[in-house]
């Protein structure tokens, strides 16, 4: 009896170890996991943010001040989920927005003729760059969400 009780211990003890070992390991994965979708979901966010600001000018050929600071301001947060190529894109985006804003509102301004003529020519400048900006964003932010496959 004895010797079946060591027995038993010497066996038991490591294969206890070893289901430790594999469920602080699953849990590991599931943890890197969730972080990885957190990742994810954070930069679709600022993919959507952009989106929406460039299919806004495209329905509506303008931008208000305050969504064009606003967006400026969330701009910002990108350095800290992307490499700096998406970041300088998206502060040129801001950027344009911010511009376009200001056009918009000197183009409709009280201004002499030829300052109303010049906002016009940018606002039409910034729109056909804005406009156009659906696909590059896609392809800035590929590399970015991908979701690779575990294996």
Not at 40 to 59: G, L, Q, T, Y
Not at 97 to 115: K, Q, T
Request: positive net charge.
């Amino acid at each position: 009896m004895l010797l079946l009780a060591q027995i038993s211990q010497a066996v038991l003890t490591p294969l206890i170890a070893l289901a430790v070992a594999w469920i602080g390991y699953q849990q590991w994965k599931t943890n890197h996991l969730k972080l990885r979708w957190e990742m994810f979901d954070r930069r679709m966010d600022v993919f959507r943010k952009c989106n929406d600001v460039i299919r806004s000018v495209n329905r509506d050929t303008s931008l208000g001040k305050t969504e064009a600071i606003e967006f400026l301001r969330y701009s910002v947060e990108v350095q800290f989920l992307f490499g700096d190529d998406v970041y300088r894109y998206v502060r040129e985006l801001a950027d344009k927005c911010i511009d376009l804003a200001v056009a918009c509102d000197g183009a409709s301004g009280n201004f002499g003729p030829a300052e109303v003529a010049e906002h016009k020519q940018r606002k039409v400048e910034l729109l056909k760059w804005i406009i156009v900006q659906s696909e590059p964003l896609a392809d800035k932010f590929r590399p970015y969400m991908q979701f690779p496959k575990q294996a």
